[in-house]
T-cell receptor, first 117, second 110 residues
């Protein structure tokens, strides 16, 4: 079964450093997302990406965050200057369609656990 | 404001049936999802409801009442592997973002 893959599975970084989290969405999917989940808390939407541009972003997704689709398969999340509160599990996800279609499920990757020290 | 409410934790017995409720208040509505999440793992899709009524899929069923802003996930013939958090998420009709509940931790006892 096709799946979303993410690397690294776990990264420890020092405060202020830049981090890039990588994702390979399911190949025929057109919509890509980043979510995060702070330990013990709810899943939070960060950003959605379609047709090589951001379609929506949340308040969390400030100027420190950026996303890119550098080639036909990868989708990356960059945090420019990490803060302690950025420590969380970051999930990449993808879906075939966005609006209304029945069963347009969002499929999640296994997550990248980011620890900022 | 946007709000999704689920019980924090529930306990059930192996082989039994459990119902996990979810109520929501969102500015719009364009579908409700249930996901299962084992500790430290990604959420995995269980069900999707956009019309009122019951959707059955094997041991799992999900119900939606849009007028009441209410859904439930019904799990039958519980197995130990069903111990996980169950996340209710609503697609907001105004901007189509997924709004997530905090999840219900389900503990299955032998």
């Amino acid at each position: 079964e096709p799946e979303v893959t993410q690397t690294p599975s776990h990264q420890v970084t020092q405060m202020g450093q830049e981090v890039i989290l990588r994702c390979v969405p399911i190949s025929n999917h057109l919509y890509f997302y980043w979510y995060r989940q702070i330990l013990g808390q709810k899943v939070e939407f960060l950003v959605s990406f379609y047709n090589n541009e951001i379609s929506e972003k949340s308040e969390i997704f400030d100027d420190q965050f950026s996303v890119e689709r550098p080639d036909g398969s990868n989708f990356t999340l960059k945090i420019r200057s990490t803060k302690l509160e950025d420590s969380a599990m970051y999930f990449c996800a993808s879906s075939e369609a966005w609006q209304g279609a029945r069963g347009n499920t969002i499929y999640f990757g296994e997550g990248s656990w980011l620890t900022v020290v | 404001g946007q709000n999704i409410d689920q019980p924090t934790e529930m306990t059930a017995t192996e082989g039994a049936i459990v119902q996990i409720n979810c109520t929501y208040q969102t500015s719009g509505f364009n579908g409700l999802f249930w996901y299962q999440q084992h500790a430290g793992e990604a959420p995995t899709f269980l069900s999707y409801n956009v019309l009122d009524g019951l959707e059955e899929k094997g041991r799992f069923s999900s119900f939606l009442s849009r007028s009441k802003g209410y859904s439930y996930l019904l799990l039958k013939e519980l197995q130990m592997k069903d111990s996980a958090s169950y996340l209710c998420a609503v697609r907001d009709g105004s901007n189509y973002q997924l709004i997530w509940g905090a999840g219900t931790k389900l503990i299955i006892k032998p």
